[in-house]
């Protein structure tokens, strides 16, 4: 099974603030990866799949970057409803995986 | 509106079964692979088991491997998780899951999810 290594496990920060997660897969995984952000008591929402792609309906303040090992999540201006916790998870081969999770918390 | 809506979970005894569902609404089921995604309290997302279009092919994750069964009925819109032999670490909040062909195999489709307590 691949993987999947986010850190970090936890940021604080405050509105407005420029936050980066990072993921790195234990083998290339092309860009085979996405992005999830959950809520407590929530089922998981989808941000980003094919490591850069910005799904439907989600704000543009989320990107996606990275391919082969290494990606990266950015929240470029973080609002009050982004404080969550991040996945990512690797699409290259069964069985998917995710990452360990990142909160982000209020500063 | 695209819906995913589980049942199924409760309390059950280590070494007990369970058989949980998912209603599909809103697309056409059997174009779709389908997941179970699960999470244990407080802790993160773990992928369960995939099944893709017509049921030929099926995948596990290791630690459910012979113990757990993921099918699916496209005539009643329905995916299912046969759960034996169940252990408390299998305590967890089960997802059905769409992964999306647009998105890459991204979820794009999540149930509200359904508790299973494996407990004595």
């Known amino acids: 099974d691949i993987q999947m290594t986010q850190f970090p496990s936890s940021v604080s920060a405050s509105v407005g603030d420029r936050v980066t997660i990072t993921c790195r897969a234990g083998?290339?995984?092309?860009?085979?990866l996405a992005w999830y952000q959950q809520k407590p008591g929530k089922a998981p929402n989808l941000l980003i799949y094919?490591?850069?792609s910005l799904q439907s309906g989600v704000p543009s303040r989320f990107s996606g970057s990275g391919s082969g090992t290494d990606f990266t999540l950015t929240i470029s201006s973080l609002q009050p409803e982004d404080f969550a916790i991040y996945y990512c998870?690797?699409?290259?081969?069964?069985?998917?995986?995710f990452g360990g999770g990142t909160k982000v918390e209020i500063k | 509106e695209v819906q995913l809506v589980e049942s199924g979970g409760g309390l059950v005894q280590p070494g007990g079964s369970l058989r949980l569902s998912c209603a599909a609404s809103?697309?056409?089921?059997?174009?779709?692979?389908m997941s179970w995604v699960r999470q244990a309290p407080g802790k993160g997302l773990e992928w369960v088991a995939n099944?893709?279009?017509?049921?030929?092919?099926?995948h596990y994750v290791d630690s459910v491997k012979g113990r757990f069964t993921i099918s699916r009925d496209d005539a009643q819109n329905s995916l299912y998780l046969q759960m034996n032999s169940l252990r408390a670490e299998d305590t967890a909040v089960y997802y059905c899951?769409?992964?999306?062909?647009?998105?890459?195999?991204?979820?794009?489709?999540w149930g509200q999810g359904t508790l299973v307590t494996v407990s004595s």
């Open positions: 899951a769409r992964p999306g062909v647009s998105t890459s195999w991204g979820v794009d489709c």
């Open positions: 809103g697309f056409t089921f059997s174009n779709y692979w």
């Open positions: 099944i893709n279009q017509g049921a030929s092919e099926k």
């Open positions: 083998q290339g995984i092309s860009s085979r």
């Open positions: 094919a490591a850069s």
């Open positions: 998870q690797q699409a290259n081969s069964f069985p998917f995986t």
